[in-house]
């Protein structure tokens, strides 16, 4: 029977052949995973022969990520931020950069915001993040998606933070009881044209959810929707942080700075491209 290093190796230059990016990686999570070890752990099994039930459990999932299917959707957790989220078709897999915003957000609040909004919840990911940084805020995660909602709700639950972290479905800030106020909204929404969404690897093509990704209008119509009825929901001298296109922070700069937000900052992401736009209203 094949070695641990050699069922390695061969599904390495499979996945490689398919077109997947670090397909060594790819299969060492994938192999490590069927049989329950740690990279670590598969490691110090490298000579070890493997049983047929073993390769059994692994050629599906090498299968399936040969296919293009995100290595997170097929394993079906992801660390981010300092916790693991459960990751399914039913939403994004959260990104670094989005992990990066969260970085950002807990960098700039001291003290922290009492009353934080997620809009466009998905995974849950930055509501949880943030309620994790933040132990005294208490965190109202928001999608229009009945099935992303549902996996929020059972992130809530992995991750222990179901007291402090409550979902509720609406259209962005339509289902909110009226008067509502926060000192911090975030959001990471959809942004990406159609063409994008085209021109983008299979693993987002073809497996995540569009809805999630793709906004009318060259990616910017759910962006002017948020920055438009923001100033409603946010408490004196509080502040909107979005994850936007990169093409985008001109066009939102004067949108916020025309309807009530009295200072706009852009951000760059990892790769030193405008990606995060915060705005203050007046008394920040």
Request: glycine share 6%; net charge negative.
């Amino acid at each position: 029977m094949p070695s641990v290093l050699e069922i390695i190796h061969k599904s390495a230059e499979f996945l490689g052949s398919k077109g997947v990016e670090s397909p060594r990686l790819n299969a060492e999570h994938l192999i490590g995973h069927a049989l329950k070890l740690k990279r670590m752990q598969l490691y110090l099994q490298f000579e070890r022969a493997l049983t047929e039930p073993e390769l059994e459990l692994i050629r599906p999932l090498i299968k399936r990520r040969s296919q293009r299917e995100p290595l997170h959707y097929i394993v079906g957790t992801t660390e981010f931020a300092g916790l693991k989220l459960k990751t399914d078709r039913r939403a994004l897999i959260p990104r670094p950069e989005t992990e990066y915003l969260v970085e950002i957000l807990t960098g700039l609040f001291r003290p922290p915001p009492a009353r934080v909004l997620d809009l466009g919840t998905g995974s849950g990911a930055i509501a949880l993040a943030l309620a994790h940084a933040w132990p005294e805020s208490r965190v109202t995660a928001v999608d229009s998606s009945p099935e992303a909602l549902e996996l929020a709700d059972e992130n809530r639950l992995l991750t222990n933070l179901a007291e402090r972290v409550s979902c509720v479905r609406s259209a962005w800030f339509e289902s909110l009881e009226p008067g509502s106020k926060f000192e911090l909204i975030v959001s990471n929404p959809p942004y990406l044209s159609g063409q994008e969404t085209a021109d983008a690897e299979p693993e987002v093509r073809n497996h995540e959810p569009k809805a999630a990704l793709v906004a009318a209008d060259a990616g910017m119509a759910d962006l002017r929707t948020i920055v438009r009825a923001a100033p409603l929901f946010l408490a004196e001298g509080g502040m909107i942080a979005l994850e936007t296109g990169i093409t985008h922070h001109a066009e939102l700069t004067e949108l916020a700075l025309t309807g009530g937000f009295s200072r706009v900052e852009s951000r760059r992401d990892l790769t030193g491209r405008d990606r995060f736009l915060l705005a203050w209203m007046a008394g920040a």
